[in-house]
């Protein structure tokens, strides 16, 4: 990390003379500059270029006409003039360390996570924001919600503008509907009446086409994914740590009793054949298109996970429904919330301009700057339709990968409460917001550490945090596979403390306690 340093030079704010807009800017009441003659010429504003960092190119459209038209408008908002640069897809850490250990210029740099920003206030890479923020954004500190904030806060330092999560809860099981209905089965609750739909949606036919290929459960990422979404019924935090009563430690989810219990059954429906044989080797594009083909029953993952294939499948199952499915067995039984949080949109030291960020940023926490920068202009980019919908302008109406304009400045994530969350008029906008609605009336808790942002660059046991995880994901693709039985896996524990799961226990146990004292 130290090789940030290098080249990294402190922030000067410079003072912008205040000065009236050049002839034709929009910019309210004209104000003579101090000293100077009604008929002396009055010299123009110069916009302060910035730079910023995205990581892929999905919302790249190589500079074209409607991009520039949105750069010149927030240009003319602002005093900014933005210069948005891309990173080809898995290589955005490499560039971003590139661009600050060099002589690029790089002055914001959006949707990092809030430990990457630990990493980079902590190598002097980028500033905290609380003097800047007091002075020049209103909008931040009024629209973005007050429980987002502690989480952009380390040391008593604001290092980053927060970004809202779309949805707290959005983990869980996503079962097909349809298909209960196609067989006669009311909606599971228990853990047995779940294996009996598991059962039934493997060997009873339930897309009707008379051959038994259908999968009981599936899932939407890797084995994480069936973890997180079975694990509340199960675990007393789910997949979050739990703290112990008697040590005072926080102790992983796979050192407890009910980890085991879990473990088991997945065992076992992998062997009667209910889970798709293929999740530990599976991709994403692979998942995808099983589900499409009609062969899934219940989804592991998000809310949202089940979209994108539901979109292709309702062309030839139009009842296919997909909705979150709650259980009750020995765990809290309740959707785990994520934080408000999950990344930082941060303003790096070499920033001449830091000011000028901030005015940027402050602008896009408004309705009309937020919805410019993701959409585009009202008109020029896209139009609303009667019951409030966005339709592009343009070769497709809906595809915002087809739109002439489409988030290129969008550089923070606010939930405004009077704009639709998903306006596109699309199925999966529309399915979108009717699976959140039915997430958020689910019973959810709030992890123990919810809002603690751990610092494991400081822990003594940082340098083992990888090899720990890859032995432990190797061991349990193990034993879901039945190559190492579930009665050795308090064994396979006992080597992860000794590898440097025993000292991890005791760095996070302090970072918690620590968190939790302030």
Known sequence: MNHWRKGLTLALALAVTATTAA??????????????????????????????????????????AQEKRMHDLIQEKTGVDM?????????????????????????????????????????DAIVSLDELIEKYGANLKKNIDPQAWPRATFQGKIIGI?????????????????????????????????ENVLEAFKNKDPDKNGVNDTYALSIRGDFSS?????????LPQG?????????????????????????????????????????????SAKQIELMTQ????????????????????????PEVMYEPLLLKGNGINKIPKIPVTLSLTVVTKRNKNPEAAVKFLDYLATPEGYTAALYGLEGENYT????????????????????????????????????????????????????????????????????????????????????????????????FSGEVPVSDWDKVMAKWKQIGGEQSIEDQTADYKAAKAK
């Open 23 to 64: 002839c034709g800017a929009k910019t309210g009441t004209d104000v003579q500059p101090s000293g100077t003659a009604a008929s002396d010429p009055v010299k123009p504003v110069v916009p302060v270029k910035q730079v910023q960092l995205k990581n892929g190119t999905t919302y790249s459209r190589n500079d074209s």
């Open 226 to 234: 069936l973890e997180k979404a079975l694990a509340p019924f199960f």
């Open 384 to 479: 609303k339709t009667s019951d409030g919908y966005f339709e592009f302008l343009g070769e497709d109406k809906v595809d915002h990968k087809k739109a002439p304009y489409y988030g290129k400045f969008y550089t923070i994530t606010i939930n405004f409460k009077n704009l639709l969350q998903w306006p596109l008029k699309t199925f999966s906008n529309r399915r979108m917001a009717e699976n959140k609605a039915k997430m958020e009336k689910l019973p959810s808790f709030d992890p123990i550490d919810i809002n603690v942002v751990y610092d494991k660059t400081k822990w003594k046991s940082y340098t083992k945090q990888n090899d720990m995880a890859t032995y432990l994901l190797q061991e349990k693709n193990k034993v």
């Open 294 to 317: 009609n062969k899934v029953g219940v989804l592991a993952g998000t809310f949202s996970g089940t979209l994108d294939s539901e979109e292709i499948l309702v062309k030839t199952v």
């Open 83 to 123: 210069d948005v640069q891309f990173s080809a897809a898995g290589q955005f850490d490499n560039k971003m360390n590139l661009m600050l250990s060099s002589g690029d210029q790089l002055d914001v740099i959006p949707f990092v996570s809030p430990e990457k920003a630990i990493d980079l206030y902590k190598n």
């Open 162 to 194: 927060p970004n809202e999560t779309a949805i707290t809860t959005p983990t869980t099981l996503m079962i097909r509907t349809d298909w209960l209905k196609a067989l006669n089965l009311p909606m599971p609750v228990t853990i047995a009446e779940f």
């Open 239 to 283: 997949m979050n740590p739990t703290l112990d009563e008697k040590t005072g430690l926080l102790m992983p989810p796979e050192l407890l009793s009910g980890y085991k219990d879990m473990m088991t059954k997945l065992v076992e429906w992998n062997k009667l054949g209910y889970i798709w044989p293929d999740v530990l080797l599976s991709n």
